[in-house]
């Protein structure tokens, strides 16, 4: 079973467990060509078409400045992000069989690599889908989408995804992929409503995907059983292939 999950800003920089990457990114010349375009901005430019404040904007002019060059170190996709999703999935804590295990069923949106393999080797970068960048006139997103239609990454038959993706990754997720996945979402219940909180959900979209891989999760029918973090599968907000896991508040 694989999940596909959204990117993060936060990024390590060189890998804390050596783990090695084993495949190049599939969509590796479209990433040179986004990255040529985001390279040949001036620091100003970067800083108001990436909306970063001035020292963040040095950092990341930096970044950019150095990406591509064959001295920058080069992590595997799913140890390169570090945001609230990989605090959840926790990679370097993992065994090391299972670290293989999520590398290799692992999938991650990118606004600058497209779809990444776990496996993939990737240098770290800051670049979001919605950032103001385009590409032969067409936004990250449209240019994307127009990359999917006529060069997928292919689809291991028979498989199923789980989608753990964002809204705004899942937009441009290709529609092969969401007929093969099952999305799963996270919800909190407070006074009666079942309501998204962006920190608990992203979290808990990287302890399903650990969970998926400590457990050897396999069949679609066991993904119901998952009970963490004291999540349990909301029968009536689910439908087809959404599926909504909720929990009362948690007492600290």
Not at 90 to 105: G, H, I
Not at 106 to 123: E, F, K, N
Request: charged content about 25%; aromatic content about 12%; hydrophobic content about 35%.
């Amino acid at each position: 079973m694989k999940f596909i999950l959204s990117p993060s800003k936060r990024q390590q920089t060189q890998s804390i467990c050596d783990f090695e990457p084993s495949t190049l990114p599939h969509y590796q010349s479209e990433s040179e060509r986004v990255a040529k375009v985001v390279k040949s901005y001036s620091e100003n430019v970067l800083k108001k078409r990436l909306t970063l404040s001035d020292v963040l904007g040095a950092e990341v002019y930096r970044t950019w400045d150095s990406w591509g060059e064959s001295n920058t170190d080069v992590l595997s996709a799913i140890e390169l992000f570090q945001g609230d999703v990989y605090d959840g999935l926790d990679f370097v804590t993992l065994s090391n069989t299972q670290r293989v295990k999520a590398a290799q069923n692992g999938i991650v949106m990118s606004g600058l690599y497209g779809m990444l393999r776990g496996t993939d080797a990737v240098q770290p970068y800051r670049l979001d889908l919605k950032d103001d960048v385009s590409v032969n006139g067409k936004s990250l997103s449209v240019f994307w989408k127009k990359t999917f239609e006529s060069n997928l990454l292919p689809i291991a038959e028979g498989e199923v995804y789980i989608d753990l993706t964002s809204s705004e990754y899942y937009s441009i997720l290709p529609k092969i992929y969401k007929e093969n996945s099952i999305r799963v979402d996270f919800k909190e219940e407070v006074s009666g409503k079942l309501k998204t909180v962006s920190f608990f959900a992203k979290r808990a979209r990287g302890i399903f995907a650990r969970w998926i891989v400590q457990n050897s999760i396999s069949e679609v029918a066991e993904i119901k059983q998952f009970n963490l973090e004291g999540y349990s599968l909301n029968e009536d907000a689910s439908k087809n292939q959404l599926w909504v896991f909720s929990r009362k508040p948690q007492s600290h």
